[in-house]
């Protein structure tokens, strides 16, 4: 924990960027009603029934010190997507010496060499 509280004090520097990475899962909803448009002297109306379509994944990255943060959903959280997700900070990175991932402990994460 030290490290991590260490890495957060550290100044911005875009060679060096800070990425907070974490996923969200969310149940997918269908309208069982199709809502109704505003009209004049009426407002918009939308049923609160719903009808469950299963559940999804949102990866979300945070580079809190330079303002930017990106977020992917995918069907699920699977390696194969984290691996994705991560994949894409790198790449919007791609000038960077070295990425500081902090990530928390997904059961799912690969090993990479170890």
């Known amino acids: 924990m030290e490290d991590i509280l260490e890495l957060y004090e550290k100044p911005y520097d ?3 960027p800070v990425v907070c990475f974490d996923e969200k899962p969310v149940v997918l909803h269908a309208e ?3 809502p109704r448009p505003a ?3 009426c407002l918009a109306k939308r049923d609160s029934e719903y009808q ?8 979300c990255a945070v580079e809190p010190k330079a303002g930017r943060h990106f977020t992917r959903p995918s ?3 699977s390696a194969k997507e984290f691996a994705k997700a991560v994949e894409q900070i790198a790449k919007s990175h791609h000038g960077a010496q070295a990425i500081h991932l902090v990530v928390d402990n997904l059961n799912q994460l690969p ?3 170890v």
């Open 75 to 77: 069907p699920n959280r």
């Open 39 to 41: 009209q004049p002297g």
């Open 32 to 34: 069982v009603r199709p």
């Open 111 to 113: 090993c990479f060499g």
């Open 52 to 59: 469950r379509r299963g559940t999804a994944n949102v990866f």
């Open 14 to 16: 875009p060679q060096e």
